[in-house]
């Protein structure tokens, strides 16, 4: 939690915003049951993110229109895509990867030696009377 928020988070008004909106889910995470999962909401998420600026708007703050019951995954999705992100755009705009993913190739033609199978010829001997 952030500090300037911290007074915030400890209203009375939040807790009854708060409770307004778990009420509203229906204590489900409100993303999830979109895709037809049914999971306990964790956090209640402004949609609108707080700031110090809107920290004491309550059109922002306690407005359960702006606020969202989500589960820990969902809130952390929302978060993580918009404060840093992991993947970025080189020059020609190409998608380009955090890290790669697997180490390039280790030798799988290392080790087995061809053994090939002894030949044994049968002699022609005799000659042909
Ligand atoms: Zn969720
Ligand atoms: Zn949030």
Known sequence: ???????????????????????????????CIRTGIYRAGAIVHHRIHITPKNINNPYITLDVNNLEYVCEDCHNKEHSTKQHKRYGFDQNGNLTPPAPATPPGTGKFSGKKRTGGERSKKRYGGAHI
């Not at 300037?4 to 008004?13: G, H, K, L, M, T």
């Not at 409770?19 to 509203?24: E, G, P, S």
């Open 1 to 31: 939690m952030k500090e300037y928020a911290r007074e915030f988070y400890q209203s009375a008004a939040w807790k009854r915003a708060r409770q307004q909106a778990i009420k509203n889910a229906n204590g489900l995470c409100e993303r």
